[in-house]
T-cell receptor, first 111, second 114 residues
Framework: EDQVTQSPEALRLQEGESSSLNCSYT??????LFWYRQDPGKGPEFLFT???AGEEKEKERLKATLTKKESFLHITAPKPEDSATYLC????????????FGKGTRLHILP | DTGVSQNPRHKITKRGQNVTFRCDPI?????LYWYRQTLGQGPEFLTY????????KSRLLSDRFSAERPKGSFSTLEIQRTEQGDSAMYLC????????????FGPGTRLTVT
């Protein structure tokens, strides 16, 4: 069964303290792995799509990487406005419809 | 604003009542998805449309739930005889499905069943 596990569930960092969020996945052939940001009471905001192992994508202070079993979202020198829940999701090669989400990592950046 | 829009943003209803939510996708997107999200969980897939055709429904979508997308434009999600367990955020997303399904989400409709 396709599955996504994110860790840690919650993370508190000081402003400027870099860290990484983990997304482990099990899928029968990966079509794509997605990262989203979600602020309280709002819909998820698309960040990145990764397609194959070794691929990396960057946006401002965020960099997403992908291996055959997991993805990391690296946050460099975070600011308080980076505080949000970060969701990881996967889409299987043989299923061009359903996307399976993890439970997310709640990130809180202290000023 | 050319993003996904959802109405209403909040709905409070009494148990047993029917409710209907609307989603307007990004205009050039042919795929439209409905998800449900409860506190502390990621979005859970409910159903999806390609143009006007409903192609898949999750086991989570009981007989009390029905979705339509007439003419392949906006979509509605109706819940009949609401139960307290239906309280959740209902999210709509749309995509073009070019390579992988980069889905763009609306702000959601928060349903509270009392």
């Amino acid at each position: 069964e396709d599955q996504v596990t994110q860790s840690p569930e919650a993370l508190r960092l000081q402003e400027g303290e870099s860290s990484s969020l983990n997304c482990s996945y099990t899928v029968s052939g990966l079509r794509g792995l997605f990262w989203y940001r979600q602020d309280p009471g709002k819909g998820p905001e698309f960040l990145f799509t990764l397609y194959s192992a070794g691929e990396e994508k960057e946006k401002e202070r965020l960099k997403a990487t992908l291996t055959k079993k997991e993805s990391f979202l690296h946050i460099t020198a975070p600011k308080p406005e980076d505080s949000a829940t970060y969701l990881c999701a996967v889409q299987a090669m043989n299923r061009d419809d359903k996307i399976i989400f993890g439970k997310g990592t709640r990130l809180h950046i202290l000023p | 604003d050319t993003g996904v829009s959802q109405n209403p943003r909040h709905k409070i209803t009494k148990r047993g009542q029917n409710v209907t939510f609307r989603c307007d996708p990004i205009s050039e997107h042919n795929r439209l998805y409905w998800y449900r999200q409860t506190l502390g969980q990621g979005p859970e897939f409910l159903t999806y449309f390609q143009n006007e055709a409903q192609l898949e429904k999750s086991r989570l979508l009981s007989d009390r739930f029905s979705a339509e997308r007439p003419k392949g434009s906006f979509s509605t999600l109706e819940i009949q005889r609401t139960e307290q367990g239906d309280s959740a955020m209902y999210l709509c997303a749309s995509s073009r499905a070019v390579r992988a399904d980069e889905q763009y989400f609306g702000p959601g409709t928060r349903l509270t069943v009392t």
